[in-house]
């Protein structure tokens, strides 16, 4: 006897299985039809109704709230959990004007809080004075300190840390641009240079024994970093020249004035004898790089190092290298940053 399929009449086969032909399947009593679009909208209603009861409890103004985004108010969440897992109710750092507008406008710069892997945990309220971005703007630019600094210094910065974290009472220092907003662009002419000086702390559970770290950090503004060929400051600069091995064979006189030493003391000097310890390294990717660049075309490299005055302090120089055209000499052009 033949059977026939009830689909498409044909005759089946033994062990055939005939599936329906273009269509959807019929719905069952186990698994009934349910609709993705209203599904989909009931989540997204509840997803709102989180998320609005998250920014009531930012502690922030209700300006403010009411202009923030998602985004922003996700931001903002992530920054106090992190800065709740870190610091207990009696260590925590204030939240917006508890820490007072007089004393933060005492300041030189803006306090900066930062977790062992570089998140953003606390940021006070005058970087708007700083950077032209609130809070809540520059957490828009992201969650990380990497985030709001220029990319040429992350590697940098990245290894200032680590070595902030394994000598916690070291204090470390680093130079770099930060991002402002685009009204502070138009007016300055770009983004800011900073100063930023921390070191990172052992923070005590009051009711445990355990304790974790935190990188506190005063970030200055200095002044602008100089563009290559800018010479609208020639009073805050020196030119030297240098062998291969950045010996000085020659420097203008006016390093007397920055650095306090005479022409003649640094001629037949290595320009490493006047780094900071710090900074050697990041001199040394400066002059690997310049050595193997060729031709008076080539680019100049720029780094930011610390170098020693004669009175034992320290100077900070935007230091600008490049090989001049015969290829057996590097000459510098150092600004002094203020």
């Given at each position: 006897?033949?059977?026939?399929?009830?689909?498409c009449?044909?005759?089946?086969?033994?062990?055939?299985?005939?599936?329906p032909?273009?269509?959807?399947?019929?719905?069952?009593?186990?698994?009934?039809?349910?609709?993705?679009?209203?599904?989909?909208k009931?989540?997204?209603?509840?997803?709102?109704?989180?998320?609005?009861a998250l920014?009531?409890?930012?502690?922030?103004?209700?300006?403010?709230?009411?202009?923030?985004?998602?985004?922003?108010?996700?931001?903002?969440?992530?920054?106090?959990?992190?800065?709740a897992?870190?610091?207990?109710s009696d260590?925590?750092?204030?939240?917006?004007?508890a820490?007072?507008?007089?004393?933060?406008?005492?300041?030189?710069?803006?306090?900066?809080?930062?977790?062992?892997?570089?998140?953003?945990?606390?940021?006070?309220?005058n970087?708007?004075?700083?950077?032209?971005?609130?809070?809540?703007?520059?957490?828009?630019?992201?969650d990380?300190?990497?985030?709001?600094?220029?990319?040429q210094v992350?590697?940098?910065?990245?290894?200032?840390?680590l070595?902030?974290?394994?000598?916690?009472?070291?204090e470390v220092?680093f130079?770099?641009?930060?991002?402002?907003?685009?009204?502070f662009?138009?007016?300055?002419?770009?983004?800011?240079?900073?100063?930023?000086?921390?070191?990172?702390?052992?923070?005590?559970?009051?009711?445990?024994?355990?304790?974790?770290?935190?990188f506190?950090?005063?970030?200055t503004?200095?002044?602008?970093l100089?563009?290559?060929?800018?010479?609208?400051s020639?009073?805050?600069?020196f030119?030297?020249t240098?062998?291969l091995?950045?010996?000085?064979?020659?420097?203008?006189?006016s390093?007397?004035?920055?650095?306090?030493?005479?022409?003649?003391?640094?001629?037949?000097q290595?320009?490493?004898?006047?780094?900071h310890?710090?900074?050697t390294?990041l001199?040394?990717?400066?002059?690997?790089?310049v050595?193997?660049s060729?031709g008076?075309?080539?680019?100049?490299?720029?780094a930011?190092?610390r170098?020693?005055?004669?009175?034992?302090?320290?100077?900070?120089l935007?230091?600008?290298?490049?090989?001049?055209?015969?290829?057996?000499?590097?000459?510098?052009?150092?600004?002094?940053?203020r």
């Amino acid at each position: 006897m033949t059977i026939f399929c009830n689909h498409c009449h044909r005759p089946l086969q033994a062990e055939m299985i005939c599936l329906p032909r273009r269509g959807k399947q019929a719905p069952s009593a186990s698994k009934p039809f349910r609709s993705t679009k209203s599904a989909s909208k009931a989540r997204r209603d509840q997803i709102n109704v989180e998320l609005q009861a998250l920014r009531s409890l930012l502690p922030i103004s209700t300006q403010e709230k009411e202009r923030l985004s998602y985004l922003h108010t996700m931001a903002l969440v992530c920054l106090r959990l992190r800065g709740a897992q870190l610091f207990s109710s009696d260590l925590a750092p204030p939240a917006g004007p508890a820490l007072g507008v007089d004393l933060l406008s005492l300041l030189p710069g803006f306090l900066l809080v930062l977790s062992a892997n570089g998140k953003l945990v606390y940021i006070s309220e005058n970087v708007a004075q700083v950077l032209g971005f609130s809070m809540v703007e520059l957490l828009a630019q992201g969650d990380t300190v990497f985030d709001i600094l220029d990319g040429q210094v992350h590697e940098d910065v990245h290894k200032k840390l680590l070595l902030a974290q394994e000598e916690p009472s070291r204090e470390v220092t680093f130079v770099s641009e930060m991002r402002t907003s685009k009204a502070f662009r138009l007016q300055h002419g770009g983004n800011r240079a900073m100063v930023v000086r921390g070191r990172f702390m052992a923070l005590h559970w009051p009711t445990s024994s355990s304790s974790t770290a935190a990188f506190l950090a005063l970030c200055t503004p200095v002044t602008r970093l100089p563009a290559d060929g800018d010479a609208s400051s020639q009073d805050d600069l020196f030119y030297s020249t240098h062998v291969l091995d950045m010996t000085f064979t020659d420097v203008t006189e006016s390093v007397t004035y920055h650095l306090g030493y005479c022409r003649e003391e640094l001629i037949g000097q290595s320009w490493y004898s006047l780094l900071h310890p710090e900074d050697t390294d990041l001199a040394a990717t400066q002059h690997r790089t310049v050595g193997e660049s060729l031709g008076a075309g080539a680019a100049a490299r720029t780094a930011v190092l610390r170098v020693l005055r004669r009175d034992r302090t320290w100077a900070w120089l935007c230091v600008s290298a490049r090989r001049d055209g015969g290829g057996h000499a590097i000459t510098c052009t150092s600004h002094c940053l203020r």
